[in-house]
């Protein structure tokens, strides 16, 4: 055995020392690369990231189909730093997977928490959250969604307590709807309003709002001023509350009290309420502005201040106490007084976003040059090459240069025609912007802006907008297209990476609720008897070509107002003229973008389309910067609007139909939500329950109501019967009207109808479907 080990493997002959082959060198080279490889590839396998994520999407897993919807992420590491980024992926239309995506590092043993949002329209889509490294996706998890059905209301109520507002569960309010409440951490409230569009309402109780952050409160407070409805608890827990909230709370927290009972509730409430024992209730000092519609021995119990277009109500007592957890009848009777919310968000966001962005697309530096260009530029070609050709190289004896002369011509004729295409397409990437600025009660702004991206050549851009906004693709049919592969980067800066435009083609982008400072646009109307005067201030550091202010169906054009300028201006002075004139503008060829054409879309939006007072600003540029990677040229216009307050000087006033804002609040049958608009609203069969909201400034502070009436105009219909109920807040009971007439009805008892924060409630019932042009309540008071 020794021997036959000892053999040699050479012709060396015996005793002659032994030389390794090739092969077993070879062989020896491959097991020692092995096992380097093992011992790589091990250390590698220790090396890698181990990243954890976890996900939830919506409010509770609800979601409203075309808004934007919530995701809130935790990722976590416990091996080598990495980075990468966060992704939201669903499927979008044509079969195509749409994503919204943020950068994230993440250090060696880090977790971290982020929100990211996604414009989720239709069916619950299958919604996958990732994080990925490269092309390598490290962890993902599913999202499960459920989408709010169009008679439900969405419910949150903020808390640590799920004591707290449960009652709003059992409430089977009047109409088609069901409220369906979910529980939230102060944790979970996302940092952008458009993703509290969701709520029709929002309740804090037994929870601090000081553990909001900046942010939260900021975008809670952009979503009331849009139409949102907020309602803050008391009992023992009203300083905590309250502290978190100081620009929207009706009240001041002034303290706690003990009652035994709670008599005015009960009356108030036309429903037995027995307690238990002492009850603690909050005590508030009611801001300026804000209305008291309940109280007990002066301590408020109820209060409602309006907050731009939403309302903020504080309710003293405590929602966690069992004995009014349990009184479900009464809160049922204060549903429709109290807390009832309109529809205040449009239904199909989308439509709008695609009226906006065809404006945008219209580049008059890019239109097509005219037919009767294209025809004589054809006809010249035909000529040219055809007969003239012939008859000049017959007379020139030389018709066999034809062969040559005819491609010459050919290869010139080109040339003019891309000469001609540049000249009317232009070789310059051009902006075109539209941005839509709303300013709140504070000051606090926010703007959608849409704007097109012409390219001459195909190249990939990326564009970004500062102010955190919502980014997304924008195609000129109705329904958004969402971008194959093309994350949109959710963060500052917000937008796009490696967008490919095609040679003399573009790209229409929307951003949803940038983030601006502080805007100084000013507005009121004084109400002195029946002379109404308007005084507006720009200090938005831009100077506006045309100043309009919009009172229900009509528009009043006060002028341009440069930067750090104001504009007073008598209504009765000025000739009013209807928006559906105005909105019926027609624009000549080759105009620019002018507030004439963006007039139509931007009335059509609900927060404006449902009447009241605004003022709208319209200014040249955009009022943030825009980031493609290299210059260009700009066009744009910006709309800056806000709401108009209403100031009464004098011991009586009276305040014309259009200032009253209308909110449906409820259906029945086959009605649904109205989109109202300056050409007015058509109504299918069933009952409308509207909410007519008179401005603050009009109402209480001491001043009794003498005269109301309503401005009625059906369209002229055959087959169509409406008729009208107004609510009797004395009675708490409906009366009926009959069927309204065209004109200005006066209406008996005017007191009576008008109730608590100066709601005008009336029901529409139809038969037959209907087409209303004015439908809006006017106001006569006095003091005492």
Same mark, same amino acid.
């Given at each position: ?9 050479g012709e060396g002959?015996i005793?002659?020392?032994?030389r390794?082959?090739l ?9 020692a @690369? ?12 220790r ?10 999407? =919506? ?10 919807v ?26 195509n ?32 959250v ?10 993902q ?15 949150g ?5 799920p ?5 709003f ?5 009047g *109409?088609?709807?069901? @409220?369906?409440?979910?529980?939230l951490?102060?944790?979970?409230l996302?940092?952008?309003?458009a993703?509290?569009?969701s ?54 927290a002034?303290g ?6 709670l ?7 036309r ?9 603690v ?6 801001v300026?502005?804000?209305?008291v519609?309940?109280?007990?021995? =002066? ?9 731009? @277009?939403?309302?903020?109500i ?12 349990l009184w479900?009848? *009464?809160w ?5 007084v ?9 239904v ?21 040059p ?14 040219t090459v055809g ?23 050919t290869?010139?004729?080109?040339? *003019? ?12 990437v051009i ?5 839509v ?20 050549v195909?190249r990939?851009?990326?564009v ?11 195609g ?9 592969g ?5 963060g500052?800066?917000g ?18 609720e940038?983030?601006?400072?502080p805007v100084g646009?000013?507005a009121?109307?004084?109400v ?6 308007a ?19 009509r528009?009043?054009r006060? =002028?341009p107002?440069?930067? =750090?300028?104001?504009?007073?201006a ?8 209807p928006?559906?004139?105005l ?29 009241g ?10 009022p ?6 290299g210059g ?13 307050g ?10 014309p ?10 259906w029945e ?7 109202w608009?300056?050409?007015g ?6 009952t ?5 909201q008179?401005?603050a ?8 109501v ?5 401005e009625?105009?059906a ?5 169509q019967q ?8 004395d ?7 009959g069927?309204?007439?065209?004109g200005?009805?006066e209406?008996?008892n005017p ?15 139809v ?18």
């Amino acid at each position: 055995m020794g021997k036959q080990a000892a053999h040699p493997a050479g012709e060396g002959g015996i005793g002659a020392p032994r030389r390794p082959g090739l092969l077993s060198q070879v062989v020896r080279l491959l097991a020692a @690369l092995v096992l380097c490889g093992l011992f790589s590839g091990l250390s590698g396998v220790r090396a890698e990231p181990a990243v954890q994520l976890e996900a939830a999407g =919506g409010f509770d897993g609800y979601y409203r189909a075309g808004q934007w919807v919530p995701f809130v992420v935790t990722v976590s590491n416990q091996g080598d730093e990495v980075r990468g980024e966060v992704r939201v992926e669903w499927a979008a239309a044509g079969g195509n997977v749409a994503a919204a995506a943020s950068p994230v590092e993440l250090p060696a043993g880090s977790r971290k928490r982020l929100f990211l949002f996604a414009p989720i329209a239709g069916s619950p889509p299958l919604v996958t959250v990732k994080f990925v490294a490269g092309d390598q996706t490290l962890a993902q998890a599913p999202v499960r969604l459920r989408m709010v059905q169009p008679g439900e209301g969405l419910i949150g109520v903020v808390t640590t307590d799920p004591r707290a507002f449960e009652f709003f569960g059992l409430l089977r309010p009047g *109409g088609n709807r069901r @409220l369906v409440p979910v529980r939230l951490s102060p944790a979970d409230l996302p940092p952008k309003a458009a993703a509290l569009r969701s709520f029709d309402l929002l309740a804090f109780g037994a929870v601090s709002t000081s553990d909001l952050s900046a942010d939260q409160r900021a975008a809670l407070g952009r979503w009331v001023a849009e139409g949102g409805t907020l309602v803050l608890g008391g009992g023992p827990a009203t300083p905590r509350v309250l502290d978190g909230l100081p620009e929207l709370a009706p009240v001041r927290a002034a303290g706690t009290l003990t009652l035994n009972e709670l008599p005015a509730f009960e009356a108030f409430g036309r429903a037995p309420l027995r307690l238990s024992g002492p009850t603690v209730v909050g005590v508030g000092q009611p801001v300026d502005g804000a209305a008291v519609l309940l109280e007990q021995d =002066g301590l408020p119990l109820i209060v409602e201040r309006q907050y731009g @277009l939403g309302r903020v109500i504080f309710l003293a007592v405590d929602p966690t106490v069992e004995a009014l957890r349990l009184w479900i009848p *009464g809160w049922t009777s204060l549903w429709p007084v109290v807390f009832e919310p309109a529809t205040a968000f449009p239904v199909d966001p989308a439509a709008a976003e695609s009226a906006f962005a065809s404006l945008v697309a219209d580049i008059p530096s890019v239109r097509l040059p005219p037919p009767l260009l294209l025809g004589g530029f054809l006809l010249a070609y035909i000529l040219t090459v055809g007969p003239l050709t012939y008859v000049v190289l017959w007379r020139l004896d030389r018709r066999e240069w034809a062969w040559a002369v005819i491609p010459v011509l050919t290869v010139a004729f080109s040339a *003019g025609a891309y000469l001609v295409a540049y000249e009317f397409k232009g070789g310059q990437v051009i902006v075109n912007s539209l941005t839509v600025v709303m300013v709140g009660p504070d000051g606090n702004a926010s703007a959608d802006a849409y704007f097109s991206l012409f390219s001459p050549v195909r190249r990939d851009y990326d564009v970004f907008v500062s102010g955190r906004p919502l980014p997304r693709l924008l195609g000129l049919t109705r329904a958004p297209l969402d971008a194959p592969g093309r994350p949109a980067y959710i963060g500052e800066p917000g937008g796009f990476r490696d967008i490919v435009v095609n040679a003399w083609d573009m790209q229409t982008f929307g951003f949803r609720e940038v983030e601006l400072a502080p805007v100084g646009l000013e507005a009121e109307v004084a109400v002195a008897g029946s002379r109404l005067t308007a005084r507006v201030t720009n200090r938005t550091g831009a100077d506006f070509r045309e100043t309009l202010l919009v009172v229900g169906d009509r528009a009043y054009r006060l =002028g341009p107002v440069g930067r =750090g300028e104001s504009r007073s201006a008598t209504l009765g002075a000025l000739a009013g003229e209807p928006l559906g004139q105005l909105i019926s503008f027609q624009p000549q060829a080759g105009q620019d973008l002018d507030w004439r054409r963006a007039i139509g879309p931007l009335l059509a939006d609900s927060r404006l389309g449902r009447g009241g007072a605004w003022v709208v600003g319209w200014s040249d540029g955009r009022p943030f910067e825009v980031d493609i990677g290299g210059g260009f040229v700009s066009g744009g216009l910006t709309a800056w609007v806000r709401p108009v307050g209403v100031r009464v000087d004098g011991p009586e006033f009276e305040l014309p139909a259009g200032f009253c804002r209308r909110e449906v609040t409820a259906w029945e049958g086959r009605a649904g939500p109205v989109g109202w608009s300056p050409a007015g609203i058509n109504l299918l069969d069933g009952t409308y329950y509207v909410r007519c909201q008179l401005p603050a400034g009009a109402v209480g502070g001491g001043f009794r109501v003498e005269g109301l009436w309503l401005e009625y105009q059906a369209a002229a219909a055959g087959g169509q019967q409406v008729t009208m109920q107004l609510f009797d807040w004395d009675r708490r009971q409906w009366v009926f009207l009959g069927q309204p007439r065209n004109g200005r009805t006066e209406i008996q008892n005017p007191g009576s109808y008008v109730g608590p924060g100066g709601r005008v409630y009336f029901q529409l019932r139809v038969a037959g479907g209907a087409q209303l042009e004015r439908l809006n309540f006017g106001l006569k008071a006095v003091a005492g």
